[in-house]
């Protein structure tokens, strides 16, 4: 699977890894996953490590994954999102998701280290 995730109860918090070729759908079904996993929080924060992820959703595919988390909004009460991309292209995108994410969550900021991602996180707690 190019998404792999797991739930960190203590700190209601999702670590989510992108591998490989992700696209628009299979985040969406991600966050669909989340919703159904009996494991989860009802309310929680996610921590989205695009590091190692290759493909670049296109921007309309991006506008769709907010209409699917939108849906998932219903059931699930979304913290901060910290978002994590090294990749130049990558954090340029994830920068206009950031700006289409902000309804859905408390805060959403992108991060190129995952310490920064992780202590920014920590100020939501």
């Not at 739930?7 to 299979?26: S, Y």
Request: aromatic residues 8%; contains cysteine; glycine residues 6%.
């Amino acid at each position: 699977m190019p998404i792999t995730y797991k739930i960190d109860q203590g700190k209601r918090l999702i670590h989510t890894r992108c591998i490989g070729d992700v696209n628009a759908k299979e985040v969406s079904e991600h966050f669909r996953e989340l919703e159904r996993d009996p494991n989860r929080p009802d309310r929680l924060n996610v921590l989205l490590d695009l590091t190692e992820m290759t493909s670049l959703p296109e921007t309309q595919e991006l506008r769709g994954v907010n209409q699917d988390l939108r849906e998932v909004r219903g059931s699930l009460q979304f913290g901060a999102c910290a978002i994590v991309t090294c990749n130049e292209a990558l954090f340029g995108m994830m920068r206009m998701f950031q700006v289409l994410a902000e309804e859905y969550f408390v805060a959403t900021r992108v991060f190129e280290e995952i310490g920064e991602a992780q202590a920014w996180l920590e100020y939501y707690e």
